[in-house]
């Protein structure tokens, strides 16, 4: 089956009033993951100035949630002022971090401070100390490790971000197992497809009007096959192995809009097993609701525990009327099953910042714009400004 | 007052799921309208290219209506199998049209053929045969003829779209007024500021790299005083004569996300006399359940006679509360006006396409977004791909 735009929720995000801001606090790192766009430039940002672009993009996006990304935010020595400063702006922080730097310590203070999210980096392609020639499956046991410190702590979410690559792609169906087998414990997953800035005699790369050289970016590849994986690519891979995991909701590209720049599937389920998933309209309503009553949209909600009152959403969506029904055979089976306790996972398969036919393809309604010198800018562009002074300009040669 | 943007909504609207989309007939037009964008370069398109990208667009927008737009799509021959065939597609025909060519007959032929709303350009600027020398105020005689006829006509609604200079930005509360006033006849006002291309040394505009030729540019000024007016300044001078007319909804700029590129106004009244106006609560309350029932969302209603159930909303809307009190104060005062019908008007404020800081500012979220060659455009920029096949882009000349 083949996605069916019809069926799914375009998120109502925009610019300026967006669930999602983004911060930098640092550019330096202790991993060096292929596909990372940052570049060490800076070293760690002065918290003041930190301070006033979360407002500024608070200001701008009216975002609830703020991820603190970099570089590896967890060497930022005022990183717990960082989150706390978030907190106390009445929205929710969430980390972006590779976790090497997670200690029980730190992640207690985290959320002392009132971190609502962490999203580990965790996949084969980083070759962290200790992972090197680990397969996409083996890294599950990283993930894992994680996972229950956090369950553990309490209170903290938890997602993953795993980049995919041609040669991993076929484990995608693993990491998906795995996210579903914890879906108490792991709220959110997102499998980006690899993007680099493509190389090649059909286009060249200017800057207000200037060729610019773009050899020496560590996000340029002359190897064109390597950075065409698409969500839609990806979704057919998992629907391979997963029945009924239909998408809810998406976003599309800026410039090509039959693409699929986010892509979300919500699982719905108990640790014992997923019962299905939730539909458009769900999305829809949660979209609908936060907004009029909180003035906001919302990328997540602070408690994944939907509970068993979700399925009263059958009402209004069928998947939702299906997973009930699931549960419902379930119990008959085990009436045990009755007691469980009832979540909510998003699987997100993204497309990112992309040359496509020639031109940028972003996400239309980003949900990680940052505020750079000022302006809102799409974070995954950040080291265009930095280095160039300006997002890039591709200039498609003529034949 | 200045405008509080968060008491102001911002339409979910995206390139995705968008209420409005837009097709072009023909480009041929019987008037020389300064601050027209739009060059003689095809005359009358096929009508299955037409219905073609009406198919198109409605496939990549899913929108509502579809503004029928041109050149003069009066004279197109086909123009009633157009708008027959967009209200088979299940959308709201619109028509932007001069009127020129406007008959009792053709009305007739167009609202039989399902046409749900006339969109008159009128204004000073246009010097038609028999108004040359005509002040804008005086142009609300014209404007009062066509809205007669529609009235007349019945189950068509009314609106009007008024290019704003510096010369006649004095006039814009008499317009303001006369639609007021006619609030029963008068659905919709767009009050669009006159935009062009700025002719500076030291600034070229180019194309995919290549330098073009200003003199292909139609709207091209050396003062920028002529090409600056915003919508935040309309708004300032008609605060004045309006105190309590505020706007309710906006979309912002893509570049510059601090302009309002539409400012949308919400008056509420019957044909005596105008109430209040409605806030951003209904606008929010209008798009979620439109887009929660139907699947789209709605740039305006099938029927603006919203009548007296309107007012339940006082109970989430302080804006509707004002104008319920304002309809009790006059109910007191003459009971009568108890069968009043009330009316929905809206008065949008526009600034269109323009150069910001280098920057092209589109509207993030515009709702006139029309197919080219397959492509989803942006209507305002349809002669840049026409002539110079793509969007002008503006740089820096260092020579």
């Not at chain 1, 020639?358 to 995954?380: E, F, H, Q, T």
């Not at chain 2, 609300?140 to 930005?169: I, M, P």
């Not at chain 2, 500021?193 to 330098?211: A, E, H, I, Q, S």
Request: proline share 4%; hydrophobic share 35%; with cysteine.
């Amino acid at each position: 089956m083949s996605i069916v735009r019809e069926k799914l929720y375009r998120f109502p995000w925009s610019k300026t009033d967006n669930p999602g801001g983004w911060v930098e606090v640092t550019d330096e790192c202790d991993l060096f993951c292929p596909g990372c766009y940052r570049h060490k430039l800076e070293g760690h940002r002065p918290l003041e100035e930190i301070e006033e672009d979360i407002i500024a993009c608070q200001k701008i996006t009216n975002c609830d949630s703020m991820a603190i990304a970099g570089g590896e935010p967890l060497l930022y020595p005022r990183i717990i002022e960082v989150v706390d400063f978030i907190s106390r702006h009445k929205m929710k922080p969430v980390i972006l971090t590779n976790g090497e730097k997670l200690t029980w310590e730190l992640a207690s203070e985290l959320k002392k401070a009132g971190l609502a999210k962490i999203h580990f980096h965790v996949d084969s392609g980083q070759e962290r100390p200790g992972w090197t020639g680990k397969t996409e499956i083996e890294m599950n046991e990283l993930r894992q490790r994680f996972a229950d410190l956090l369950w553990e702590l309490g209170g903290i979410q938890c997602g993953y971000n795993v980049t995919i690559f041609r040669s991993t792609l076929k484990y995608l169906p693993d990491i998906v197992e795995w996210s579903r087998e914890n879906i108490h414990k792991v709220q959110h997953i997102s499998l980006i497809a690899f993007r680099s800035i493509p190389l090649t005699d059909s286009i060249i790369y200017t800057i207000n009007g200037e060729k610019i050289d773009l050899g020496n970016l560590q996000n340029s590849t002359a190897s064109l096959s390597d950075i065409t994986i698409t969500t839609e690519e990806m979704f057919g891979v998992l629907e391979n192995h997963f029945a009924a995991f239909p998408p809810s909701a998406y976003l599309s590209g800026t410039s090509a809009p039959i693409t699929y720049k986010y892509l979300i599937i919500l699982n719905a389920g108990s640790k014992h097993k997923v019962y299905g998933v939730l539909g458009a309209k769900t999305v829809e309503l949660v979209q609908a609701f936060y907004h009029f009553f909180k003035g906001r949209y919302c990328a997540f909600l602070r408690n994944p525990r939907a509970g068993k009152k979700v399925f009263l959403l059958s009402l209004f969506d069928k998947d939702v009327k299906r997973a009930f029904f699931n549960f419902l055979k379930a119990s008959l089976n085990n009436p045990a099953r009755l007691f469980d306790k009832i979540y909510s996972q998003s699987i997100h398969l993204q497309q990112p910042n992309e040359i496509f036919e020639g031109k940028p393809n972003l996400c239309d309604g980003c949900a990680n714009m940052m505020v750079y010198r000022g302006k809102l800018i799409n974070s995954c562009r950040l080291d265009e400004y930095r280095m160039f002074g300006a997002p890039i300009v591709p200039v498609a040669l003529s034949k | 007052m200045s405008i509080e943007r968060e008491k102001l909504y911002r339409f979910p609207w995206s390139k995705t799921d968008n209420p409005g989309g837009w097709v072009e007939v023909t480009d041929d037009c019987d008037l020389s309208c300064p601050g027209c964008y739009r060059y003689r370069l095809e005359g009358h398109r096929p009508l299955e290219e037409v219905k073609n990208d009406i198919i198109a667009c409605q496939r990549m927008t899913n929108c509502d209506r579809i503004a029928i737009s041109g050149g003069e799509p009066l004279l197109y021959p086909h123009i009633v199998e157009v708008v027959e065939f967009i209200s088979s597609q299940r959308m709201k025909p619109m028509l932007l049209t001069n009127g020129e060519k406007l008959t009792w007959e053709l009305a007739l032929a167009l609202k039989e053929a399902g046409l749900v709303q006339f969109y008159f350009h009128v204004d000073s600027g246009q010097q038609r045969p028999g108004w040359a020398g005509k002040n804008e105020a005086e142009m609300n005689k014209l404007r009062q003829h066509y809205a007669d006829l529609v009235w007349e006509l019945g189950g068509v609604q009314c609106g009007y779209n008024v290019t704003v200079f510096r010369s006649t930005l004095k006039y814009i509360p008499e317009i303001v007024e006369w639609t007021r006033s006619n609030i029963s006849k008068v659905q919709h006002l767009s009050l669009i500021t006159f935009r062009g291309f700025l002719l500076k040394k030291g600034m070229k505009y180019m194309v995919d790299n290549r330098t073009i030729e200003t003199s292909l540019l139609q709207n091209c000024y050396d003062d920028p005083g002529e090409i600056s007016i915003t919508t935040d300044e309309m708004f300032r001078i008609l605060e004045n004569y309006f105190p309590e007319q505020h706007p309710c909804a906006y979309l912002s700029g893509t570049t510059a996300q601090e302009t309002y590129k539409f400012l949308i106004i919400l008056n509420v009244g019957s044909r005596d006399e105008i109430y209040g106006g409605l806030g951003a609560r209904t606008v929010e309350l209008a798009q979620v359940f439109h887009h929660l029932f139907k699947g789209k969302y709605c740039a305006f209603l099938e029927n603006q006679k919203v009548g007296k159930k309107i007012f339940i909303l006082s109970l989430l809307d302080r804006k509707v509360r004002k104008a319920f009190v304002n309809f009790l104060k006059a109910f007191i005062r003459n009971p009568s006006r108890i069968f009043d019908g009330i009316y929905v008007q809206c008065i949008n404020l526009q600034q269109p396409n323009e150069i910001i800081k280098g920057k092209k500012n589109l509207c993030d979220g515009c709702l006139n977004m029309m197919i080219y060659k397959g492509e989803l455009i942006n209507s305002c920029q349809l002669d840049e791909y026409r002539l110079f096949g793509g969007p002008v882009t503006s740089c820096l000349d260092k020579n």
